[in-house]
């Protein structure tokens, strides 16, 4: 999902799009189903695998994919249908992990009417993160919920999860790390999810911070592209090939 380094997903984009055209028609999504004992209940239950997937076009400015992994989100975090564990694999967790899930926060927000189920899966498994300190991982899945609040054209609580996600981001900065570990490419997320929230300024300034460290040309790019429109005041999803000069990103590659 968001672990590929922004200029790996762009040199995708913008260099190999032909042959991922052509591989997409030839590879579908396949999907598996296994049997997964809950690590914090013990119950067993079916869960669906995704057993290969492909994106064909350009992914959204934030790195979310494009089809068909775009579809896949759903099998990304399952969920046990006995206790309400979420977790990329069930049979991973710890005591502590079990203690969350028990808690009446837990069980709230896995059932909260106002998020679509699968968003409340995420938002479950970044309450688990959080409890582990793990803010990569807690940030990823709200940013996840997000995508699966717009997908359900749930606005405020999409706006809700990126909420949590730029909170989550904004500690891990805070505290001198990097969610990509490439200059520049954390203020583009900083960046699209500020503006997201309609939060203009903010991701215009966090732009113009990513700037300011000589990044690549094609993160430079991305990132005036997110000052344009944040200054335009747009805070809809827009996806990589808007990037004004492609060319000057294939000279990158
Ligand atoms: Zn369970």
């Not at 749930?154 to 500690?171: C, I």
């Not at 700037?211 to 040309?217: M, V």
């Not at 005041?233 to 492609?246: M, Q």
Request: proline share 5%; aromatic share 4%.
């Amino acid at each position: 999902m968001l672990q590929n380094p922004l200029q790996q997903l762009l040199r995708r984009t913008l260099v190999s799009v032909f042959a991922l055209a052509a591989s997409a028609l030839l590879h579908a999504t396949t999907l598996g189903r296994i049997e997964v004992a809950c690590a914090v209940c013990s119950a067993k239950s079916e869960q669906t695998v995704i057993g290969s997937t492909n994106t064909m076009g350009a992914p959204d400015l934030d790195l979310r994919p494009a089809e068909m992994q775009r579809s896949t989100m759903e099998f990304w975090v399952q969920e046990c249908p006995h206790c309400g564990y979420c977790a990329g694999d069930l049979a991973q967790g710890t005591p502590a992990e079990a203690a969350v899930v028990k808690s009446p926060a837990y069980q709230s927000q896995l059932k909260n009417p106002l998020f679509p189920p699968l968003a409340n899966r995420f938002l479950c498994a970044m309450l688990l993160s959080d409890q582990s300190g793990r803010i990569e991982s807690a940030l990823r899945s709200a940013h996840c919920a997000a995508w699966a609040c717009d997908d359900a054209d749930k606005t405020a609580e999409a706006k809700q999860a990126r909420t949590a996600a730029l909170e989550r981001l904004r500690k891990l900065k805070s505290e001198g790390k990097s969610l990509y570990g490439q200059k520049g490419a954390d203020a583009v997320l900083l960046s699209d999810l500020a503006r997201r929230i309609s939060d203009f300024e903010s991701a215009v300034a966090s732009a113009r911070e990513g700037l300011a460290l000589a990044p690549e040309s094609i993160v430079a790019a991305v990132l005036a592209l997110e000052i344009r429109l944040a200054e335009q005041k747009d805070a809809g999803r827009h996806t990589l090939d808007e990037i004004p000069d492609p060319a000057a990103a294939k000279t990158e590659s």
